[in-house]
């Protein structure tokens, strides 16, 4: 399967905790996306990647959420300190930069903060 | 700002009966906008964007700017369209993709 993989894919945590998640986009892919998708609503932009450049960050974003992609390739999205309202499916996408360009989505990491 | 407005969450059609799902948008600028479709047990994949302005699996949208919408039409749903419609916009200079809260569509038997 050469898709976008997210590990883990399911994360059960107390409040308090760290917790981080791994994206692989498909290889070649330029550009990384994360985003958030809560019950009842579409997915919600976080951050991206050019590479290993963070080039955008969502206003909505906590201090607590950090992303990282040190070599243009893979991905992890950290949580600290987690709170019950983080609880949600954290999505990752890739892409390659061009005119149409498409975003190709990963199954998702499902977060549960207890 | 970029809002995207799905009002119906669920929609449910006969098999064989025309569908639209039913998309408006709010952005100064010129967007670009997309479906996508999210079948049962599958990932989210992109189903058509504005500027293709092609049919995929009958499916076509055309984007109105004065009514500053994008409705996803096909005349005549099969069982196999049952899934979640998401329409989404990016705008601006920004790559940030900004969903609307998505359309259940059920197509019956």
């Known amino acids: 399967d050469t898709g976008v993989s997210q590990n883990p894919r399911h994360k059960i945590t107390k409040r308090g905790q760290n917790v981080t998640f791994r994206c692989d986009p498909i290889?070649?892919?330029?550009?990384l996306y994360w985003y958030r998708q809560t019950l009842g609503q579409g997915p919600e932009f976080l951050t991206y990647f050019q590479n290993e450049a963070q080039l955008e960050k969502s206003r909505l974003l906590s201090d607590r959420f950090s992303a990282e992609r040190p070599k243009g390739s893979f991905s992890t999205l950290e949580i600290q300190r987690t709170e019950q309202g983080d609880s949600a499916m954290y999505l990752c996408a890739s892409s390659l930069v061009g005119v149409e360009e498409t975003q190709y989505f990963g199954p998702g990491t499902r977060l549960l903060v207890l | 700002a970029q809002r995207v407005t799905q009002p119906e969450k669920l929609l449910s059609v006969f098999k064989g009966a025309p569908v639209e799902l039913k998309c408006n948008y709010s952005?100064?600028?010129?967007?670009?906008l997309f479906w996508y479709v999210q079948y049962s047990r599958q990932r989210l994949q992109l189903l058509l964007r504005h500027i293709s302005r092609e049919s995929i699996k009958g499916f076509t949208a055309d984007l109105n700017k004065g009514e500053t919408s994008f409705h996803l039409k096909k005349p005549f749903a099969q069982e196999e369209d049952s899934a979640m419609y998401y329409c989404a916009l990016r705008g601006g200079f920004g790559n940030d993709m900004r969903f609307g809260a998505g359309t259940r569509l059920t197509v019956k038997p």
């Open positions: 952005y100064s600028g010129s967007p670009e």
């Open positions: 290889s070649e892919h330029n550009r």
